[in-house]
């Protein structure tokens, strides 16, 4: 397999060094049952596609037997290569014999739609190989050659193919798996296929809208391996030997499962349905319940929103998975509507790691939404700082299509029996943990919600000064939501903080989102020793350290703190980052480098005096306007939370402080003293940042060289 990137070769060598990683932590080999994921729900289906496959199966055995033992009568060598008697010299040399495999069984299947009784017990599709081999993909980011690109084709009423017209290349939008080939059926070689084929998987991920979990095949020499990529599983299956007719049979089984099955066994979203017509994408949200205290329990009802265009994708091949849409919730009437581009409801679409009993889901961001939104109804400061939710919930579907109730849409239920063998056990909030085996398979549940308003990322903004009133907004609206719905956010970030116009554009607005992470702190049962979370450069030295002490709303703080020092290096966007020949003399690149001890003691050295701050800040960009205001918010923030005056001594600090007590070496962590003054810093924290907000409220409102960037 060769590639070419497109992109820059740091980002491809980083793709590749992230799939092998992932490989060598996260690889199950030789799972049983991975063939039966792709079996048809429906009972009558199953049953027509076993005759199909066995018919199949019996009439390539027929034609094998009868062929001589040397014969290339049919595609070029295909018999003698399937006994194991053709020699492979070049890797390419597969290619051609394994679609002529394919084409094979797609004709068969294509043939049995007209001796089926009834249309329900039809095949759906047939799949198949694109034409060319070795190919590279249109519109891909980086420029990879796939080995066998496979494709679903879907049949008609009529029994015939429902085909558009063929491109010249593939597109990953069209792409239902790829085949990557080796010459051997080495470990090695299977396991490098397995890297590759992850490579491709997150161009699926970002191109594929509505994908929830990707299959793929490896072929090693002439042994077929069926691979199931998803939130955190990399599955593959034993080898099927294409030179044993027990290996056959099952590689013709899988592919005869995946033309009868439903399409959500294909990995495809039933929920979401583009409607060719009208050029856009239908989405179903959960619709949310009459308010009943803490009940959960997830309905089958839905609210349909419209979208073309995404805010965010899943770029990563394993975790979330988060997508976000904007949308309406008016259907268009035509291509040309304009209703699609005017949206005014964001759709987030997510995988989170959750609990079998949603009415027991206590890091439920639906739930901590809603408790969110009551709470706060009357607090008009809060106006438009938060989501406000109007529907979400666990996405529900009817698996097998015949009306008999909806199903939620969890890892579980994608893999069935072969979850508990590969799940990991659950934490003490419900939630999963991996710490016994990296490959272990957390629990996920599949969550959909729709909010207003639609905010922007800090990206489109261009001056520290309009920061400042995003924040002094969000943490407001953070403070109103930790004391009034105990609600505890714990990932402020810069993808988590986004703005929106105010005042025809003269002035901006915060908006705090993403609770995923967040916890009801209100709860008795819920402890505030949790689990790692947030963005790594903003964590807190408390959440670094895997919050071995009481977690607070000032680790938040904390966050913000490292959120407009991040900024005030790097700048708001790509367009006023820092030369690159200065890039490695950056004090804050040590957020990023070695382990989290590492990472938590270098962000205590630089929080411990006002001196060695300045050594950090000394490096903000100078080309930012007004980037002196940023620098004072900064060293005032850092003042109030690490050398509070209206606090005693043993609440100052940010280096742990050792003495000795009865022979012994005791310690004291500044940060687990101040935890006791968490409302009062918290009060006096935001104080300091809605102070400078307003301050420079006439020169944000009056600059006109101060602007949103488009």
Known sequence: MSSKSTGTKAHAELYKDEAREYVRKRLWLDVDGLVDLAAPIDGALKRRADIVAKNIA?????ILLASPLNGTNFDGGLFSWIRGGAAIGL?????????AFMRFIAERVLRSTHVSRSDLSRPKRIVKAFDKHDVKVEGAEQSYRLDIFIECVPIGPDGKLVETSKPAKPRYEK???????KKTNSELDVRNACTQLLIYMREAYIMQWNIRHIWGLTLCGNAVRVCSFGNDHLLVSRDMKLSEKEGRAKFIQLLVYWSFCEEHRLG???TMSWLPELKCWQIEVPSLQANDGEKQTPTADSKLFYTRSTIAAAEHLFGRHTRSFLATDTKPVCTEDTAVENCSFVIKDTWVESTFDADNDMRDETRHLRKIRDKLVNVREADGCYPTIVAGGRVQFDRSGDGRGAVEDTTASI??????????????????STKEDSRLVPFRAHKRIATT???KPLRHLNCPLKLIKVMADVMRVHSRICWDAGILHRDISSNNVLFYEIDGGKDVRGLLIDFDHAVDVSVPKITRHL???GTLPFMSINNLAGNIQWVT??????????????????????HQAPDPAVLDELIIKTWCEGSLGKIARSKRVFLETENSLYHLTAQFLQGLPMVGHLKGLVHALRSKLISNPDLGVEFHGALEKFEMRDMREVSTDPFESRVAKEHELMASLLQVLEGYSERTRTLRRSNKQIHVSS
């Open 58 to 62: 019996k009439e390539f055995e027929a």
């Open 91 to 99: 890797e390419k040399e597969l290619y051609g014999h394994f679609e």
């Open 175 to 181: 792409m239902f798996t790829v085949v990557e080939a």
């Open 268 to 270: 495809y979203d039933p």
């Open 415 to 432: 893999l069935g029996g072969i979850f508990h063998a590969v799940a990991a056990p659950m934490d003490n909030l419900g939630g999963s």
């Open 453 to 455: 308003p639609v905010g």
């Open 531 to 533: 689990d790692r979370s």
């Open 553 to 574: 709303g000032l680790d938040d703080w904390e966050s913000v703190l490292y959120l407009m020092c991040w900024i005030g290096t790097y700048g708001f966007n790509k």
